[in-house]
């Protein structure tokens, strides 16, 4: 049982359902304005705000939040004040990416001005799967929470995918593209290429545990993947449906095996790939779906993930 006098302030979404999985979800006094999951969070103080309009499109974010970061201003501003009366005894973060949630440097400045409270600041910095589970460990130890469990079931689940695809040939294993941002476009880099070859695909463009980088549409048309996955980051189903027209409407997508198949699908990144906490091993089961129908069926198609048909429109289900 944790100490009642324990109150966690949680200022990423990954750290919030880190600390939801193993138990802590009622120490938490506090989250960040993107912290939705589980849903019984929602009711707790917000602490951050954005400082740029998530609701623009994907070259005016790229570029709001470039000019943000050469005006060494961070892209998310914490809410000092409310802070202030949370008196938080820790505060989860992250030192991953500047861009997906607020630094750790910024949280270091806020904690600093406090009068009322010294909170241990927990920053998470994960890269590749390993890295979370580490973090769930380290976040259990802290707070006196025995992780074996929820650890061993989410290797569990791992080790389910690779025993299923074990049996595949080379010639099985379909290239996959993984697109974190459109436009410009970026491939997914950390723990995604990793994802991609654990459901029993050969992933292109990124590498294990580096960070995301841009992708030349040429490139993209050139390697001409079997199976290409959208996953922008930040973003739910319904803002990925939309934000896939800005590639169907490019001459270069009719030539691209992936499109012309019908193996373009579009993902819920918001929840799934983009947080790097317990529901990345949704994320493994969600690609072995897609990449492997004929042998994953975990029942996530239609919430978590969706076919495009060749012309861009969602596709309609068989029946």
Sequence with gaps: MVDSSVRIVSLIPSGTEILAVLGLTNAIVGRSHECDYPPEIQDRPV?????????????????????LLQSALSIYEIKTDTLE???????????????????????????????????????LQPNILQDVWTDIERVGNIFGVDSAKVLENLEARVKICQQKIQGLSLTELPTVACIEWTDPL?????????????????????????????????????????????????WDLHRTRQEAQLLTQRSEWTKLNAAKSGKVYITDGNSYFNRPGPRLVDSLEILAEMLHPEIFDYGYKGTAWESLSADGAMALPIT
């Design 47 to 67: 602490c951050t705000a954005a400082r740029l309009n998530s609701n623009a499109s994907s070259s005016e974010i790229h570029n709001e939040v470039n000019k």
């Design 85 to 123: 009366q949370l008196q938080p005894t820790h505060i989860v973060t992250q030192d991953q990416c500047d861009v997906c949630a607020v630094s750790l440097q910024e949280v270091e400045k806020a904690v600093a001005n406090l009068i009322h409270s010294s909170p241990q600041i927990i920053s």
């Design 186 to 234: 970026m491939g997914a880099g950390n723990w995604i290429p990793e994802l991609v070859n654990l459901a029993g695909g050969q992933t292109l463009f990124s590498t294990a545990g580096e960070p995301s980088a841009s992708l030349p549409w040429e490139t993209l048309v050139a390697s001409d993947p079997d199976i290409m996955i959208l996953m922008p980051c930040g």
